[in-house]
């Protein structure tokens, strides 16, 4: 068999025929064919392959690589210099079963403010996350069964709380969470099941945050199970802006979820230093961020 047609073939052992003059990527090729060291055997000497001459592609190419500064995507969300407030929305799909993720992400923990929706939380369920306090949570269900849904709000434990209100409507499966700080900060996270249609978004919107968006600068972050998006989507986006002065600051072009839909979103009452999609290694859904 030729080195070539062996591609894509592994074997338990493997005799390579050396020649003169075969190329480093032949021998790469020849070699990894085989599972294990001791399955390998040499025929004839082994030569060593030539060096690659410094205008090869590769090279250049390793060269170019090893010059350029090897930046972290997101390390600008690790400090916050000057920047305000920094927060960061996610349905977690049980804070139960990812406390520890979250906690080892450096961009949460640097955060002022931690979103949650689905955090699928229970009567007796405490997490600590250092240098923040539980600023306001639901349950997801009126007795100790985990259910699909719940939010809650962290937030550094330096940052007075004035007010907190908690909303979860069980019967429609629509939960918020509002947290009223100084300076007249109003923090507020959502998650409403699928199958809820705008107006029942909105009712609940009117039992908790009322229309008065003129006294707070609001955050308005969650899962509406609206895909922002589609036709749908915009509408609810205009009832938003309309009613409550709240403006879609993500970008509904970017996905919120791995099945391409834009159904978790932020809005704000005023303009963003930045907004936009992280990474999450654990969830359905895609984790929002934002300065303020």
Sequence with gaps: ??????????????????????????????????????????????????????????????????????????????????????????????????????????????????????TWSITGDEYEFPDFQLGVETFSSLNRKRQHNGVAIYIKKHIPVIKRMAYPDYEKGIHLAVLYLQNRVRLIVLYSKPGNSCDDIVEALNNTIGVDYQEYISILAGDFNINMSTEDGKEFCEILREVYWLHLKTNPAHWTTRGGTTIDAVFASQDLKCCGVYESTFSYHIPLYGRL
Excluded at 26 to 40: E, I, M, P
Excluded at 57 to 62: G, K, R, Y
Excluded at 74 to 79: A, I, K, N, V
Aim: charged share 20%; glycine share 4%; aromatic share 12%.
């Design 1 to 118: 068999m030729t080195i070539h047609k062996s591609q894509g073939c592994t074997f338990d052992s493997v005799a390579i025929g050396m020649r003169k003059g075969m190329s480093q990527s032949l021998q790469y090729v020849a070699c990894s064919r085989v599972t294990k060291a001791n399955g390998l055997y040499i025929l004839n000497e082994y030569k060593k392959p030539a060096t690659l001459n410094t205008n090869d592609p590769i090279v250049v190419e390793l060269q170019r690589l090893e010059s350029i500064a090897k930046e972290p995507m997101f390390s600008f969300l690790h400090s916050q210099d000057n920047c305000g407030y920094q927060f960061i929305y996610h349905n977690v799909q049980s804070l139960n079963a990812h406390y520890k993720d979250i906690l080892a992400d450096r961009s949460f923990m640097a955060s002022d403010f931690l979103l949650f929706a689905e």
